[in-house]
């Protein structure tokens, strides 16, 4: 069974700190999805990557996988309230359909 | 942008009723899916469709069924609604077609919060 893990469960920081969050697993992914979700609010796709050691940037978020395609790491430069939220990682399975593990998510809150 | 949407945003019944949740998506996407989302749990697939008519279970079906008579429309049916299917539904869509930089991402609904009372 193909497990992600998330790390930490909760983070609670002030406006203008740094943070990291973690997406472990044991197994290797073809893809690893990174999602954003508010409350009462469906999760919306931040960034997607593919392959073992890539980074992307958006805007103050950047996103890296691991060599290996097992982990993926989301990291937040000067946290704004806007950025409160479920930030969900996501592993893509190459099957006969589209699966998508969810990792449990990290729930941040960003204290003005 | 595609755009997924569920018939409720919030829903309350009662243990045993019949329960109808409707997602529509109007990008022509082939995989349509249906998730629950606890606390701690995260995401759990319940069924998903890769095209009309066609289903296939998830890893948590018991007590749901699901209908796809239509490609832009997937329905999850809880044939009688217990108080342990008390969550938060999601409905999903996915297309197979691969375009230039693109992979497996979903495209999510608002959610439907059930609760059973």
């Known amino acids: 069974t193909q497990l992600l893990e998330q790390s930490p469960q909760f983070l609670s920081i002030q406006e203008g700190e740094n943070l990291t969050v973690y997406c472990n697993s044991s197994?290797?992914?073809?893809?690893l999805q990174w999602y954003r979700q508010e409350p009462g609010e469906g999760p919306v796709l931040l960034v997607t990557?593919?392959?073992?050691?890539e980074v992307k940037k958006l805007k103050r978020l950047t996103f890296q996988f691991g060599d290996a395609r097992k982990d993926s790491s989301l990291h937040i430069t000067a946290a704004q309230p806007g950025d409160t939220g479920l930030y969900l990682c996501?592993?893509?399975?190459?099957?006969?359909?589209?699966?998508?593990?969810f990792g449990p998510g990290t729930s941040l809150s960003v204290i003005p | 942008d595609v755009k997924v949407t569920q018939s409720s945003r919030y829903l309350v019944k009662r243990t045993g009723e019949k329960v109808f949740l409707e997602c529509v998506q109007d990008?022509?996407?082939?995989?349509m899916f249906w998730y629950r989302q606890d606390p701690g749990l995260g995401l759990r697939l319940i069924y998903f469709?890769?095209?009309?008519?066609?289903?296939e279970k998830g890893d948590i079906p018991e007590g749901y069924s699901v209908s796809r008579e239509k490609k832009e429309r997937f329905s999850l049916i809880l044939e009688s609604a217990s108080t342990n299917q008390t969550s938060m539904y999601l409905c999903?869509?996915?297309?197979?077609?691969?375009?230039?930089?693109?992979?497996?991402?979903?495209?999510f609904g608002p959610g439907t919060r059930l609760t059973v009372l």
């Open positions: 999903a869509s996915s297309s197979l077609t691969r375009t230039s930089g693109s992979y497996n991402e979903q495209f």
């Open positions: 197994s290797v992914f073809s893809s």
């Open positions: 990557v593919v392959t073992g050691g």
């Open positions: 996501a592993g893509g399975v190459k099957t006969s359909y589209d699966k998508v593990i």
């Open positions: 990008m022509d996407h082939e995989n």
């Open positions: 469709s890769y095209d009309v008519k066609m289903k």
